[in-house]
């Protein structure tokens, strides 16, 4: 099943594994461009380690945690095993997630936020800030307007019955016109998420320094289909 995953959305050559191939590119970019130390790497939804093969330098100690959807933690633990200072750990709930306070030089968290219990969204955060010396580089889905849209209409044409299934009429037109507290909250798809409401609760805990989208930078977050957040501890 996990090479299913990594064929889905990691071939390199389906317009669906470009868009997530971007968010590690742009992650790098931004490396480079803050110019961060990056011995010590946190990441928070870390699937198989797959940030470690995009990075130009390999830290000193990196800590993954994940859920292990998909088997994912499992293949990295065996890909990384010969890494004694490459630590992948399971986390399911709030309380799996301890990292060590002002460890970190930077922390990255992508595509895993949307997936997260909202009551518990604070605390993720909290603990990823305290854990976090300098940036934190997080993205997300867009999952309203008019991006909402096209991903909707294209499941539906593709005859994916788990998007027939998850909205309603009325739950799809007030996504695409961004009322977002009218849609459900699904957090096992991306359904109901708002990256807005989460740029608010991100302000609570780091200093937003940019927000850019993906794949197109010179387009906003709105009109893209990923949201990439540069934070930075307060």
């Given amino acids: 099943m996990l090479d299913n995953y990594n064929e889905r959305l990691f071939d390199g050559k389906s317009f669906r594994s470009k868009l997530h191939i971007a968010r590690y590119t742009w992650l790098c970019q931004k490396l480079k461009q803050y110019k961060c130390k990056a011995d010590t790497i946190l990441e928070l939804g870390c699937f198989d380690g797959k940030t470690l093969e995009f990075l130009e330098n390999s830290p000193k100690q990196y800590d993954g945690y994940d859920a ?3 088997g994912g933690l499992d293949i990295g633990i ?9 630590h992948l750990k399971l986390c399911k709930k709030i309380q799996d997630f301890q990292p060590q306070e002002n ?3 930077i922390s990255i968290c992508q595509e895993t936020l ?9 605390t993720y955060l909290e603990r990823l800030a305290k ?3 300098t940036y934190c580089f997080i993205s997300v889905p867009n999952e309203k307007g008019i991006v909402f849209l096209a991903k909707h209409i294209s499941k539906l044409l593709t005859q994916q019955k788990k998007e027939r299934e998850a909205f309603s009429f009325i739950e799809a037109f007030h996504a695409t016109m961004g009322n977002m507290k009218k849609v459900k909250r ?3 798809m991306h359904k109901g998420f708002d990256y807005s409401d989460l740029k608010k609760k ?3 805990y780091f200093t937003i320094v940019e927000t850019n989208g993906m794949p ?13 957040f540069v934070c930075k501890r307060k």
């Avoid at 065996?78 to 490459?86: T, V």
């Avoid at 949307?114 to 604070?122: F, I, Q």
């Avoid at 197109?216 to 990439?228: C, E, H, K, M």
């Fill in 114 to 122: 949307e997936h997260l219990p909202l009551a518990d969204l604070d």
């Fill in 78 to 86: 065996e890909k990384w095993k010969d890494f004694s200072n490459y």
């Fill in 186 to 188: 699904t957090e096992t």
């Fill in 103 to 105: 460890y970190f030089d």
């Fill in 202 to 204: 991100l302000e609570k």
């Fill in 131 to 133: 854990a976090t010396k």
């Fill in 68 to 70: 292990n959807w998909e």
């Fill in 216 to 228: 197109l930078a010179v387009l906003p977050g709105s009109l893209n289909f990923t949201v990439g």
